[in-house]
């Protein structure tokens, strides 16, 4: 049985799931997950019971006779960086490395009118024309953080990561790349490449192939 456990919620809709899901999957190691079905009742109070947060994503590391629990996406990225450095989940370099972590945050943290704006849906496409200024202005700084860490890093690297090979900050701005495929929003030509190598990725594609198995979500309860 693998030693980590990652429980996530609706593939289609949890970004914060699929933030924690994608870097553990390229850490390589091994890992069961579990889908929290949280909008029933009996789950959410299963959930209430084991995770701090009641909140998925949450990390369960069985390690050396512990049972470490990571809840939060950010925290979980960094968990797996540096308990699995070889996966170097992180850029090498301190300079791209905040960067990659100032961006991260900001992603954490911010970007509120894109979330209301352009909900995750990951399967489906309604292209929108976007009007509210405060979305518009997040996707226009979005773009931006793209394209500054591919121009400084991502190509210099050779990979086609926002810094060559993947990291952490990837795996927190995929959501977006698929608010961004879901709604229409045209981009420049170097974020459409980055776009679609987000969305080309195995990883993210095996992401994708469950979400399409996975039953809908159940309607919202209170
Ligand atoms: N800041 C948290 C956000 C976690 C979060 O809001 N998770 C949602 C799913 S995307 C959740 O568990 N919702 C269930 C609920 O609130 O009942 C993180 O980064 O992991």
New binding site residues.
């Given amino acids: 049985m693998p030693d980590l456990h990652l429980y996530i919620?609706y593939r289609t809709v949890?970004?914060?799931?699929m933030r924690a899901w994608l870097p553990l999957a390229k850490s390589g190691q091994p890992f069961e997950e579990t889908l929290i079905r949280?909008r029933l009742l009996e789950q959410?109070q299963l959930l209430r019971e084991f995770s701090p947060t009641?909140?998925?994503?949450l990390l369960v590391h069985r390690r050396d006779g512990d049972e470490i629990k990571v809840w939060?996406?950010?925290a979980i990225g960094e968990y797996l960086a540096d308990t699995f450095p070889e996966a170097r989940l992180w850029p090498a370099d301190p300079v791209a490395r905040a960067f990659a972590r100032s961006i991260s945050a900001e992603m954490?943290s911010g970007f509120k009118a894109l979330r209301d704006h352009l909900a995750m849906a990951l399967l489906e496409r309604m292209p929108k024309t976007i009007e509210d200024h405060q979305a518009l202005a997040e996707i226009a700084r979005v773009t931006e953080i793209w394209r500054q860490a591919r121009d400084r890093w991502g190509r210099k690297d050779g990979g086609p990561w926002l810094f060559g090979h993947y990291t952490v900050a990837d795996g927190m701005y995929a959501p977006i790349v698929t608010r961004f495929r879901t709604y229409g929003i045209a981009v420049d030509p170097i974020c459409e490449a980055y776009m679609e190598t987000v969305c080309a990725d195995a990883d993210f594609m095996a992401w994708e192939a469950q979400a399409e198995i996975d039953p809908p979500q159940e309607p919202l309860i209170d």
Avoid: E, Q
């Fill in positions: 919620g949890s970004s914060w799931s949280y959410k009641g909140k998925v994503p939060d996406s950010l954490h």
